[in-house]
């Protein structure tokens, strides 16, 4: 379906080549007419979006299951559920949100108005992701839109059955006039990044946020980079095995590993090895049953290319848990590898898929040298049962995230901000901090007409009396 405009504004392409001028000029026409500005507007249309995950849900799970095996019940938590509470919060304070912001005066603006004032940015881009590809659209959609933004969205081409879902079908929900969706691939993507956007806020892989700022910077273009990298885990020597074993196993091998913010290894001693091999066997038994690949609650990779990426992987260190995979199901068993070394495949590129190595360190210091030697993650993750310990390694490390004693969980509070740093992203959403991200604070200062005399004071001719010397 690549290469496609989703239903929406009929557009005269083909101008000067660009495939998408026409697109782009329409919906900054809808933008220029203020249409989006009123806020009943844009409740409207985030209300509509609300009914598109609703009536749609069953197609939503049905499409996430074709592209990747996605269990219901990960796809619901997170592919609905999640979009959906960022929706209620927008809902219920976007009122508040959009006030003006009236801030401190000086001496001379006493009987001004001074405020910031909640813009939206104009025409603005949101380009996604396949692993969570309802949700890395919509909940920056749900900002955009709430921001008062015309919005193009171009999802992912690899997950192909949700991308032709978005394409038919959240188009039959918003007003057509303002928001559309671009079905493309890479080629086409480049075309799109051509046009010159307010905003873009991209999801995905850091070589290709990089093209995207490239292409940004031509139009000097603000941006939100969503990207990705190796998440450490350390586990500290004093923990609970068995609570530890579980909380890790599952955020590494929720939907089959392609998350994020996924713990991509493990630091630890070779003692706490020992003890969470059988522990993370148990767990995944637990979860899984005995064979994985019969469990409906454990996906499958997105692609055959992904496929054969991660595969190559599993020659790091030794295999400890799993190992076995099926081209023709593009399956992966979850699995765990002991004994990895910085210098293995494994530890070479974000794993994405379920595989858990682990690297042995001596003690918390060099868990701590090791992950400020690498690029900062998205996500780091400590267990201790010692709190100090924990307190520790997020007061020595950077990180776009951080979590304690869990994996996954900080994503799931609108409160909190989610984005990277360095090469993991720039800027962050979530809650609040979408609405922000698309919303340009516009200082304005309207003045008094009266009190001619006190502004004399800084018209010409000047004199040493007028500066008060
Ligand atoms: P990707 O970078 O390959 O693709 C993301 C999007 O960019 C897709 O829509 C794709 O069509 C488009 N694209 C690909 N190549 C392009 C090019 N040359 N020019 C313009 N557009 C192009 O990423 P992916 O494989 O879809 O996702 C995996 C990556 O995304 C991982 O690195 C993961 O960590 C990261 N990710 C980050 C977050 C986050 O919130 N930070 C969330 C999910 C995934």
Redesign the pocket.
Known sequence: ASGGIGKGPVICSAICGNPYAGLVSHLRAAWLSGKTRPMEYRMAQLEALGRFLDEKKQDILDATALDMGKPSFEAYFTEILLCKNNLNDTLNNLSHWMKDEYVDKNLVTQLDSAFIRKDPYGVVLI??????PIH?LLVPLIGAIAAGNCVVV?????SKNTERLVAEMLTCYLDNDCFAVVT???QE??RL?ENKFDYIF????????R??MT?AAKHLTPITL????KNPCYVSDTCDVQNVARRVAWGRFFNAGQ???APDYVLCSLEMQEKLMPALREAITEFFGPNPQESPDFGRIVGDK?FRRIRALLCSGRVAIGGQTDEKERYIAPTVLADVLPSDPAMQE?I?GPILPIVVVADMDEAIDFINARPQP?AIYAFSCDSKVVKQVLERTSS?GFCGNDTLMHVTLTSLP???IGS??LGMYHGKFTFDTFTHRRSCLHRNMGLEALNSLRYPPYSQQKLGL
């Open positions: 380009i996604g992701p396949w692993n969570y890395l171009k999802p992912s081409e690899t493309a691939g890479v993507t480049t990044l991209f999801t995905g892989s850091p070589s290709v946020g093209i995207v292409a969503e990207l990705g990298g998350t994020c913010i992904q974000e994405f998205l776009g989610f984005g990277g993991s992203g």
